[in-house]
Nanobody, 125 residues
Framework: QVQLVESGGGLVQAGGSLRLSCAASGGTISSYGMGWFRQAPGKEREFVARISWGAGRLDYADSVKGRFTISRDNAKNTVYLQMNSLKTEDTAVYSC??????????????????WGQGTQVTVSS
């Protein structure tokens, strides 16, 4: 069974940067779309970014467009989320996920069936 483990979260001041990693073990992610989602306290989980299996298609939520960059290294079975110009409203638990089917991509959480445990990102003012 594939497991996803996120890392790289932490406390950062507004305007700062963080780079999240999502490492897969027990299986491959190379043929699957991958996504990053976040959930702030009292709010529903929301889409942040997605990347197709070959990284040919990238997509971002409007709230992070121009500030966040998703990427992947299939040789390392890892997906990244570079977050720049962080804002206090970016504070949330960030989770990565793998799509249910190969060669697919989606912004809907329902399209993903394997999730990491999440990493906390806190942006202070």
């Amino acid at each position: 069974q594939v497991q996803l483990v996120e890392s790289g979260g932490g406390l950062v001041q507004a305007g700062g940067s963080l780079r999240l990693s999502c490492a897969a073990s027990g299986g491959t992610i190379s043929s699957y779309g991958m996504g990053w989602f976040r959930q702030a306290p009292g709010k529903e989980r929301e889409f942040v970014a997605r990347i197709s299996w070959g990284a040919g298609r990238l997509d971002y939520a409007d709230s992070v467009k121009g500030r966040f960059t998703i990427s992947r290294d299939n040789a390392k079975n890892t997906v990244y989320l570079q977050m720049n110009s962080l804002k206090t409203e970016d504070t949330a638990v960030y989770s990565c996920a793998r799509t249910r089917t190969t060669y697919s991509t989606s912004s809907s959480p329902r399209s993903y069936d394997i999730w990491g445990q999440g990493t906390q990102v806190t942006v202070s003012s």
